[in-house]
């Protein structure tokens, strides 16, 4: 089963552009994570849903980020406007609640650097 | 609140030097995971262990293998007879038992080994 995607992996942008970062979690998957690592800050959780709803975006540093989960097998998180603190590794993760499991598996990440 | 740490922020050692990593973690949480990720030089997350607050059974896999004491709040990673492959940087985590598990991350230790 292939793993969690995230596109692009690689982002380099202008101050003030907006930024989409995409993660396709693992199939059958009924929670979606989004982190930021930064070496000042570590990996930060900044939000996640659970069957496509928004649970607890309160790691969301500014109104500036914002997520959406349109259906079960595609996140996005938007950047708007860019600013180069922004700069870090974004991680998406998914994880199934069953009891078996409870593990979140990560995306290899989108490195995001802001001019 | 949860806490993870994880005071050795870098190792160095030489192949086939046995190396323990550790982490102590405070919670109020009854029951809870911990777990180990490795973030080698690529930069992918990856899931090594997850351990539930209830058995305290210590694992072993392969060259690998964790002691978890719950007396101490520590979970321990010792890597046996290390190769070069094992130079990463290793992060303990843990989350609550319940729907969410929202990872609260160490610091990250980096492992050095050099031939």
């Known amino acids: 089963d292939a793993g969690v995607i995230q596109s692009p992996r690689h982002e380099v942008t202008e101050m003030g552009q907006e930024v989409t970062l995409r993660c396709k979690p693992i199939?059958?998957?009924?929670?979606l994570f989004w982190y930021r690592q930064t070496m000042m800050r570590g990996l930060e959780l900044l939000i996640y849903f659970n069957n496509n709803v928004p649970i607890d975006d309160s790691g969301m540093p500014e109104d500036r980020f914002s997520a959406k989960m349109p259906n079960a097998s595609f996140s996005t998180l938007k950047i708007q406007p860019s600013e180069p603190r922004d700069s870090a590794v974004y991680f998406c993760?998914?994880?199934?609640?069953?009891?078996?499991?409870?593990?979140?598996?990560f995306g290899p990440g989108t490195r995001l650097t802001v001019l | 609140a949860q806490k993870v740490t994880q005071a050795q922020t870098e190792i160095s050692v030489v192949e086939k030097e046995d190396v323990t990593l550790d982490c102590v973690y405070e919670t109020r949480d009854t029951t809870y995971y911990l777990f180990w990720y490795k973030q080698p030089p690529s930069g992918e997350l990856v899931f090594l262990i997850r351990?539930?607050?209830?058995?305290?059974q210590n694992e072993i896999s392969g060259r690998y293998s964790w002691n978890f004491q719950k007396s101490t709040s520590s979970f321990n990673f010792t890597i046996t007879a290390s190769q070069v492959v094992d130079s990463a940087v290793y992060f303990c985590?843990?989350?609550?038992?319940?729907?969410?598990?929202?990872?609260?991350f160490g610091g990250g230790t980096r492992l050095m080994v050099k031939p």
């Open positions: 985590a843990l989350s609550p038992v319940n729907a969410g598990n929202m990872l609260t």
């Open positions: 199939s059958g998957h009924d929670y």
């Open positions: 351990r539930n607050s209830f058995d305290e």
């Open positions: 993760a998914s994880g199934d609640s069953g009891p078996s499991t409870d593990t979140q598996y």
